[in-house]
């Protein structure tokens, strides 16, 4: 480091620029060492301007602020410098110095933050501007006069501790404001390490907390949560060679590399890890100033109602019980006087299960105590152990903040040992909200809503908090989380049935809500095999609740009332089937009186013919769900058209034209004889009432001029939603939808000008698109289901390979999550190839190479 040094001092600007570049592009050197290395540099050749510009100078001096001040020097990090002097000097040649100074740091492009101020000029600006002061309590000499330095070192940190009851209160609310903006950053994709919840402004002010001397952050791991935060942040400005905070995805992995971590998900593990520290000491900070704050205020109030002498015994804090070994003192949970936890290996859970209860913190040195000398529990778990566990799951809201003070402890790892494995892991998915540890909390919040449900709360809270267990596992996550549910059901008490059901639930959490949504509930194969799956009506039960806690959890994209109707539909046939009833065969449902009025509309013109209407779900009355609004499901899209081939891409191609996004589809095929039948009862009622409707008829009964009666009317009802701007007008659609179908609009060009038209962004990859064939999906088709990431134009893409498969698609389930399709289609045989019957399902080897071209289709 002194030759370093020694090089910046002789060569100037340029060398310190050398040795600058050196310093970063070392590999022996990284981490705190790195910043220290940096900072001192600086320190030399900031050091060296100022004697060479005011060697003769008395009454002034420089002065590192803020990070520069605690000497942490990001590679592309800000100098944070103020010009200190006495007043004395001419204003010109205090202005010319400071020129000298900052000149220099500009032509290197090296960022500065600068001020030029008295000691007085300064200790106002930070009583009027709260960033300021925070600024000078870092503050560090650099050069000049160390005695001026030092005068305003003593003065800024008197004033911070004597206006310490208001400047805490604004740093309060500051950081909870900035929260608010920026997120949560254990939780983000994308974190900011500086800006966000628990990043380094957290961890700063934590700094400015302890300097008041009114109260001090929780010390453990503090200090290397925020050396990690500070590691990630150097290696994002050297991967990215910007002054960035912001983490973003496609540049994790080059972050990862240059911290010698496995992947990206390690570096988001620990960097979620130290966030999670600095938020936690950042929440029992505040509450210990806010408790400060309180009994100070109080304490002047009891001596002049009670007299001095009695003051201290009036102002201790009652404590009351709450549960065995527990009470409540000043606010928070702590433990009783009389509690033993070496030998009760209980109190963990009982303290737990009162705090959330009474909606009250668990008190740190009260956590603290039970980490470290409480018993571990034996195996199986006591009944009343089990018990305190499904009370906190239970409590609602109240149990995120003390199940974070367990596990900030150390306690949920002993409890539930599999927990390490979820705990801060990253969920790369747009639909989730939270880390696979803290949804997996989230969701026995939401559990703990309806529990009026079922017949069986604690099985559901438990699952609930283990539904997602496996996510730590190699494999499909389900599977995984079966075999670890079965064991830690065992471990914490449940008999084997109980074991047997929490481990049912968590195998096929997904599959009540995956087949509402991708599967035919008219077809009783499907629910045949959700009834052959879950078993019994009182698992169904459990299931269904633990369906909709999990999609709550999860985010808002990943429920709604639609869904809720859909997954509600299918348990109630599960529940018949399981019951002693068969599913009933419904493969020809009456069509409704619109359909029909469609129908014989496009069959007598031999045109297209459609009709919108607005969709909206009542608010669901299932008890335990809270009362909401009306949700608007988008419109309603009828569509009738002489069955033709070309139909499903022709039909999804003007919507994506449109920029109208399904979500929902059904397709249905009417006969001669159903349509004929269908219009006796039309022409009787008349079609004036039909809505939207837009046909090309001209008179009732009148053919369009030249058509040629078809075989059979297609029946499409779509929801369809806009996503932006108002719908388009019907007739608009069956204009476009008529061009589409006759070929003289060309629907792919037009998709594709629109693409070009707006350019890419810089992102994350999208996995390849999947294709697959759906076992046992229906005995009446087959069910090819597509996963690919969400676009314009995908259904259409999808439709027209279909179609290219030469197989007729006889219903569409779409659904979209975040940015991810999973969209399953029940197809047929059209008879034409030999190889099958019209109408049936594909055989095997055809269903297989329709998969293999469809998924060809979209990745080409």
């Known amino acids: 480091m002194d030759d370093v040094t020694t090089e910046a001092d002789d060569s100037g600007p340029s060398g310190y620029a050398a040795a600058r570049l050196r310093l970063l592009q070392e590999g022996a050197q990284s981490g705190p060492p790195r910043r220290a290395a940096l900072a001192e540099l600086t320190d030399d050749w900031l050091a060296g301007l100022f004697t060479d510009a005011a060697s003769e100078w008395g009454g002034i001096s420089l002065v590192a602020v803020g990070g520069y001040g605690r000497g942490e020097l990001s590679p592309r990090s800000d100098l944070d410098l103020l010009l200190l002097h006495d007043g004395t000097a001419e204003p010109g040649a205090v202005a010319a110095l400071a020129d000298s100074l900052w000149y220099p740091v500009w032509d290197l492009g090296l960022a500065l933050d600068h001020s030029v101020r008295t000691p007085a000029e300064a200790r106002k600006t930070a009583g009027d501007d709260l960033k300021v002061h925070l600024g000078l309590l870092d503050a560090r000499h650099l050069a000049g006069d160390l005695g001026l330095t030092a005068a305003l070192r003593t003065t800024i940190l008197a004033d911070w501790r004597n206006q310490a009851p208001k400047r805490l209160l604004e740093l309060r609310d500051l950081c909870a404001e900035r929260a608010e903006r920026q997120g949560e950053l254990r939780y983000l994709l994308e974190p900011d390490l500086k800006e966000a919840r628990g990043g380094l402004r957290d961890a700063t002010a934590l700094r400015a907390v302890a300097a008041s001397w009114l109260a001090d952050a929780p010390r453990e791991g503090l200090d290397n949560a925020r050396r990690r935060l500070l590691d990630a942040r150097d290696a994002l400005h050297l991967t990215t060679g910007r002054a960035t905070d912001r983490l973003a995805l496609q540049e994790q992995d080059q972050v990862a590399a240059e911290l010698g971590l496995l992947d990206a998900d390690t570096l988001l593990r620990q960097v979620y890890e130290a966030a999670r520290t600095i938020a936690y000491a950042s929440d029992v900070t505040w509450r210990e100033v806010g408790r400060v704050i309180k009994s100070r205020a109080v304490r002047p109030r009891l001596r002049a109602m009670l007299g001095g002498g009695k003051a201290g015994k ?24 009389a509690a033993r936890p070496e030998r009760d290996p209980v109190l963990p859970l009982r303290a737990a299960a009162a705090a959330a209860q009474a909606g009250l913190p668990l008190n740190l040195h009260a956590v603290r105590r039970l980490a470290a000398v409480a018993r571990p529990l034996p195996t199986p778990w006591p009944a009343e152990a089990r018990e305190q566990l499904v009370t906190l799951l239970g409590a609602g809201r109240p149990t995120v903040e003390v199940w974070e003070a367990l596990e900030a402890e150390g306690l949920i790892a002993g409890l539930l040992p599999d927990w390490e494995r979820v705990r801060c892991r990253p969920q790369r998915n747009a639909v989730h909200t939270w ?92 629910v045949r095999s959700v009834a052959d799956a879950v078993g019994s009506t009182s698992t169904l039960e459990l299931l269904h609740a633990l369906t909709e806690a999990d999609a709550l959890a999860t985010g808002p994209a990943a429920w709604s009332s639609w869904r809720g109707s859909l997954v509600a539909d299918l348990v109630k046939r599960v529940a018949a089937v399981l019951a002693g009833g068969e599913p009933a065969d419904v493969s020809d449902p009456a069509p409704t009186a619109e359909q029909e009025r469609l129908a014989v509309e496009a069959y007598r013109t031999g045109a297209p013919v459609l ?63 159903d349509v004929l039948e269908g219009g006796r009862q039309g022409v009787r009622r008349g079609s004036d009432d039909l809505g939207g409707q837009q046909s090309g008829r001209e008179a009732p009964g009148r053919e369009a001029p030249g058509s040629e009666a078809p075989a059979s009317v297609l029946l499409l009802n779509w929801r369809v939603s806009a996503q932006y701007g108002s719908l388009p007008q019907a007739a608009r659609l069956r204009a476009d939808l008529v061009r589409a179908l006759d070929g003289s609009l060309d629907i792919v060009a037009r998709l594709a000008e629109r693409d070009a038209a707006y350019p890419r962004r810089r992102g994350t990859v999208a996995p390849p698109p999947r294709v697959t064939v759906a076992s046992a999906g229906s005995r009446r088709a087959t069910v090819i289901e597509v996963r690919a990431q969400d676009a314009p134009g995908l259904l259409h893409r999808i439709g027209r390979a279909l179609e290219g498969a030469d197989v007729r698609v006889r219903s569409a389930h779409v659904s979209t999550l975040g940015a991810n399709a999973v969209d399953a289609f029940y197809v047929t045989d059209t008879g034409t190839g030999g190889t099958g019957t019209e109408g049936a399902p594909l055989p095997g080897e055809r269903a297989v190479e329709v998969a293999r071209s469809v998924e060809g289709a979209l990745r080409g």
Do not use: C
Not at 646 to 670: D, F, I, K
């Open 314 to 337: 009036a102002g201790t804090a009652e404590r009351s019980p709450l549960a065995e070994g527990v009470v409540e003192q000043d606010g928070e949970v702590v433990l009783a006087r």
């Open 435 to 526: 880390t696979v540890d803290r949804h997996l909390v989230e969701t026995a919040v939401r559990a703990s809503a309806l529990t009026r449900r079922v017949g069986r709360p604690d099985l559901l809270l438990v699952a609930g908090l283990l539904h997602d267990i496996g996510k730590g596992w190699p494999g499909d996550h389900s599977q995984a989380g079966e075999i670890i549910a079965k064991d830690v059901a065992a471990r914490i008490g449940f008999d084997r049935d109980d074991v047997a059901t929490v481990a049912t639930l968590v195998r096929h959490h997904l599959l009540l809500v995956d087949t509402a949504t991708r599967r035919d509930l008219d077809d009783p194969a499907t």
């Open 611 to 673: 009709a919108l209407r607005a969709q909206t779900e009542p608010p669901t009355a299932d008890a335990g769900s809270a009362a909401a609004d009306p949700e608007p499901l988008g419109v309603e899209l009828l569509i009738a058209v002489p069955e033709q081939p070309g139909v499903l891409p022709a039909v999804a191609g003007v919507l994506a034209m449109h920029r109208l996004g399904v979500r929902t589809a059904e397709l249905r095929s009417l006969g001669v004889a």
